[in-house]
Nanobody, 124 residues
Framework: QVQLVESGGGLVQPGGSLRLSCAAS????????MTWFRQAPGKERELVAAIGNFGISLKYKDFVRGRFTISRDNARNMVYLQMDNLKPEDTAVYYCNAVRKWADLANVKKYDYWGQGTQVTVSS
C-alpha cells in the first residue's frame, strides 16, 4: 500500500536550517510529481513546493521561494526539502505527497493518502 514517511523536523532558531526527507513506497514513484505541504495550527493545509517526476519542473510558493529547495532521488524513492533562513511563520507540520497531474498540485482533494508528517518549529 502507499506509504509516505516524513522525517527531519525539529526545533530550530530563526535563521536556521532543516532538511526534511520523505520515503515513498507502494506506488510508481518515478511517474508522479512530488509535493510538500504544510499545516499550521488553525490553518488549512497549503502547498509549499513541488517537483516534477523527472526532477526538472519546480514550483515554489512565494513565501518560501529563495529559502527552500525541493529535490528528489528517483533511484531511492526519496524526496527532500532543504529549508534555510527559517522564520517563525514556517512553524507547521510538513507533509510530502504525490500527484499525477501538475495542474492538481495545490488541490488537497486530489490526494488520497497522507502520512503522519513531521513537525517543524521555528522559535528562539
Amino acid at each position: 500500500q502507499v506509504q509516505l514517511v516524513e522525517s527531519g523536523g525539529g526545533l530550530v532558531q530563526p535563521g536556521g536550517s532543516l532538511r526534511l526527507s520523505c520515503a515513498a513506497s507502494g506506488f510508481a514513484f518515478k511517474d508522479l510529481h512530488m509535493t510538500w505541504f504544510r499545516q499550521a495550527p488553525g490553518k488549512e493545509r497549503e502547498l509549499v513546493a513541488a517537483i516534477g517526476n523527472f526532477g526538472i519542473s519546480l514550483k515554489y510558493k512565494d513565501f518560501v521561494r529563495g529559502r527552500f529547495t525541493i529535490s528528489r532521488d528517483n533511484a531511492r524513492n526519496m524526496v527532500y526539502l532543504q529549508m534555510d533562513n527559517l522564520k517563525p511563520e514556517d512553524t507547521a507540520v510538513y507533509y510530502c505527497n504525490a500527484v499525477r497531474k501538475w495542474a492538481d498540485l495545490a488541490n488537497v482533494k486530489k490526494y488520497d493518502y497522507w502520512g503522519q508528517g513531521t513537525q517543524v518549529t521555528v522559535s528562539s
